[in-house]
């Protein structure tokens, strides 16, 4: 397991990981919800809020997955652009 923390989130997914952290966390603030549910959705919220920030997501990496363009495919710019 080698997590290297460069960003694999393209510009489409970390837009809609923004928006559905912000619609969220109203929902959470809002008091419509029960307190532990509220809780739950603000943990859930601000991680994804803060992935979508910084464009690197744990489990992508974990997985080997990346939805950010690059010049060569995924497979092959990792074998590329060793460090």
């Known amino acids: 397991m080698d997590l290297d923390f460069e960003k694999n989130l393209g510009i489409t997914e970390r837009i809609i990981r923004a928006v559905i952290s912000l619609l969220l966390l109203g929902l959470a603030f809002s008091k419509i919800s029960k307190k ?4 739950i959705t603000k943990v859930f919220a601000i991680i994804s809020l803060v992935e979508a920030l910084f464009a690197y997501c ?4 974990l997985m080997g997955w990346s939805t950010r363009k690059t010049k060569y495919p995924f497979v092959l ?3 590329y652009h060793k460090k």
């Open 58 to 61: 744990f489990v992508h990496d």
């Open 77 to 79: 710019s990792r074998m």
């Open 36 to 39: 532990w549910l509220a809780t």
